[in-house]
């Protein structure tokens, strides 16, 4: 019995990257796919490859793990082979799991200054949790603080106001507060970019191109979208207040 979700029985709509994604990590931990295909990947979730009618009516589906497949090489988590795989005569594009570790062999540390309002956001990774900082003008000392994202996968459930206290470390999320966005294990330094508003009033971090988090002077946290609920971690993203800063 395993606990990964059968894939023929969802809507195409519900066939993810993070589904795949996830299908992957947890396969990768319990040993039991190496190699990567549509085809493996539904096999390893109770489907019968072997009954070729039944693949067909699966078509759509295994051409949509393959667009995801490649995505996830482009974005560095896979790697593919140069050997094809063969399923009775169905030869499929393979791709190899990378450790995180060889991913990225160090963790994030990024600071970006205004020179006319005279602060610093800084985002910076720890143990594949990323925070982010804006700092006082002409200071290091943190003004406002929020919770970024995880390259990691988020499992702890409980959130324990006493462990966050004792830690030096900026502290990992749980799942009842943070959203599916909160999840970017391929996140690269080359996708966060830093911009200010007209005023200088907010700033804006964006995670390949989308506006994620904000700063702004009126909160003392930032807002985010890997924010489920307002919390310790940050406050939860508000399409309104994106649109009152950073569209004018």
Request: hydrophobic share 30%.
């Amino acid at each position: 019995m395993n606990n990964y979700p059968k894939i023929s029985e969802l809507n195409i709509e519900q066939v993810t990257e993070e589904l795949i994604w996830d299908i992957i990590e947890k396969s990768k931990k319990n040993g039991k796919l190496l190699i990567n295909t549509p085809l493996s990947i539904f096999k390893l979730t109770g489907f019968n490859i072997s009954d070729q009618s039944a693949v067909l009516e699966q078509k759509t589906k295994i051409n949509k793990i393959k667009r995801i497949l490649k995505k996830l090489e482009i974005d560095g988590s896979l790697r593919r082979r140069n050997q094809k795989q063969d399923y009775k005569g169905i030869k499929e594009i393979s791709y190899e799991y990378i450790k995180l570790e060889d991913r990225s062999k160090e963790e994030l540390f990024i600071s970006y200054h205004n020179s006319e309002s005279q602060e610093s956001i800084i985002i910076e990774e720890e143990k594949g949790i990323i925070w982010a900082y804006m700092t006082y003008p002409n200071e290091l000392r943190v003004r406002q603080d929020c919770f970024l994202a995880s390259r990691t996968k988020i499992t702890k459930e409980v959130f324990n106001p006493k462990e966050i206290k004792s830690r030096e470390e900026p502290p990992e999320t749980v799942k009842n507060f943070a959203t599916k966005n909160a999840y970017q294990p391929n996140l690269k330094e080359e996708d966060i970019t830093v911009e200010w508003n007209h005023n200088n009033s907010s700033a804006l971090i964006r995670l390949k191109k989308e506006p994620f988090l904000i700063f702004n002077s009126n909160f003392k946290k930032g807002i985010c979208k890997s924010i489920l609920k307002d919390s310790f971690y940050g406050k939860k993203w508000v399409d309104d207040l994106y649109i009152r800063y950073f569209t004018f």
